[in-house]
Antibody, heavy 115, light 107 residues
């Protein structure tokens, strides 16, 4: 059974940093591209970042470019999102998802940026 | 980047009626189009992938059609549990952007 478990969210002040983690199981992690999707309170789904299966290619939405860094450790079956210079508009539930169409979703991790 | 649009923004339907939701891509995504359903407080649930293939466990009242730039999600007879927000998503090219969503509510 595919499982994606996000962690690392919390309350952070504007300008602060957080590192999100996503622990994956139930599939061959190293074979799949992985993605981060977020959803601000009461808003739609926003595609944030992606990383290829070997980590060689990455993508960032303009809204996070230069502030967020996606990475992965295939030996630990874990995906990361390092977030810095956080803004109030980064407040959202962050989900990690795999592959192309997103059949499996975790519970997400809530990031709240507020003073 | 491919821009996804959805219409209408809100669709008011009576239980038992048919609902037709539209999704448009700014350029061709072939059949690499998925539909998701999301209820308040829950993660999205995959309904359709490949534009027309139902995901595991999805009832037959949900159907998808289209290719290229124009897509449709049809719910043949709305049940109470179908009132939710529906998103389309292209996965032909990074970024795998979502449409803004269609809220289906009770008429």
């Amino acid at each position: 059974e595919v499982q994606l478990v996000e962690s690392g969210g919390g309350l952070v002040q504007p300008g602060g940093s957080l590192r999100l983690s996503c622990s994956a199981s139930g599939f061959t992690f190293s074979s799949y591209a992985m993605h981060w999707v977020r959803q601000a309170p009461g808003k739609g789904l926003e595609y944030v970042s992606a990383i290829s299966s070997n980590g060689g290619s990455t993508y960032y939405a303009d809204s996070v470019k230069g502030r967020f860094t996606i990475s992965r450790d295939n030996s630990k079956n874990t995906l990361y999102l390092q977030m810095s210079s956080l803004r109030a508009e980064d407040t959202a539930v962050y989900y990690c998802v795999k592959a192309a169409y997103f059949q499996h979703w975790g519970q997400g991790t809530l990031v709240t940026v507020s003073s | 980047e491919i821009v996804m649009t959805q219409s209408p923004a809100t669709l008011s339907v009576s239980p038992g009626e048919r609902a037709t939701l539209s999704c448009r891509a700014s350029q061709s995504v072939s059949s690499n189009l998925a539909w998701y359903q999301q209820k308040p407080g829950q993660a999205p649930r995959l309904l359709i992938y490949g534009a027309s293939t139902r995901a595991t466990g999805i009832p037959a009242r949900f159907s998808g059609s289209g290719s290229g730039t124009e897509f449709t999600l049809t719910i043949s007879s709305l049940q109470s549990e179908d009132f939710a927000v529906y998103y389309c998503q292209q996965y032909n090219n990074w970024p795998f952007d979502f449409g803004p969503g269609t809220k289906v509510d009770i008429k």
